[in-house]
């Protein structure tokens, strides 16, 4: 077993996150970056395991309403608990399912609110309840979207409501994103633009597709070609990518003339070494430790922020194999 998954365990084990997360940042993009594919897929299955989860059940402090839910998601861990969710484990395990739950077919729970599914093939119906199980408000379908703002859905249109079940978004969007920089990026009838939270647009143009702002910037798409711009609206690199990846320390990757290339901020461009793959949907936050997913005709590689090939994505082909 490889030095680099020996250290990831042993600072899992301590409770040193934040640094196993830098760890495996550095490890796939320095110079000299590990290659080795039964670390690569160790990796992937460790976030797969601790990365939705560990945050929130460190924060399980808020009182005893929400041990229960602590107690389901570290019985959902596939990694050997660390030193601090070990005795969160023996303080959450007394604590049973509370009985207002029972109504619900599924549900799950983030920070201060639960979000229960009542599958009933004529009446289906989403909750999004306090955490003493009062309903905030109802819906077709309910999902939390960000900065304690929840997704509700009535037939294929979208919009968004408050903590306290406000409309802040009418159901008329084709699409909804998360909302970063006090804006939402949406879809409505085959235009892309950001509102605020007053759902005023926050820009005079309108795209083909958007993305939501990170690190400050945004791609967007026009004539069929991606551009980046400022979160002030500014055009800062034009429409010139047919596909582009998230935004991560003012680097992505992007496709240029069919070919996969890291970009830069400045617009610096270099070409990966497989640059006719395809750049894939990003599994379990790895694009957020520089970490990409390319297909190159069925097979599935792991490429770093430098447009290195690191190795197969085994990991990514096995979860994929029964969609395909």
Known sequence: ?????????????????????????????????????????????????????????????????????VKEYLNSFDFPLSNELSKIKEIVAPFSKPNFLNRYDEYTSRDNYIIGWIDDKENSESHLLDMDGNVIYKSEFIWFNSQNTFLITKGDKKGVINDKGEIILPVMYD????????????????????????????FDEVWEEVNPFLQGFAFVKKNKKWGLIYFNGDLTIDYKFQEVSEMLERKAIVKFKNHLHTLKISGELNQIEKSQAELTTSLFGCQQLGIYTIKDGKNYYLVNQRGETLCEDFFTKDLLKDIE
């Open 1 to 69: 077993m490889s030095e680099i998954i020996e250290q990831i365990k042993d600072l899992f084990k301590n409770d040193k996150l934040d640094v196993c997360r830098s760890l495996i940042y550095h490890s796939f993009n320095s110079e000299k970056p590990c290659k080795d594919p039964e670390t690569a897929e160790f990796v992937m299955d460790f976030l797969s395991s601790t990365y939705n989860y560990y945050d929130n059940i460190l924060d399980f402090g808020k009182g005893e309403k929400h041990y229960f839910f």
């Open 175 to 202: 699409l909804i994103y998360s909302k970063t920089y006090s804006m939402f990026a949406v879809e409505l009838n085959g235009k892309a633009f950001f509102v605020d939270e007053l759902n005023k647009s926050v």
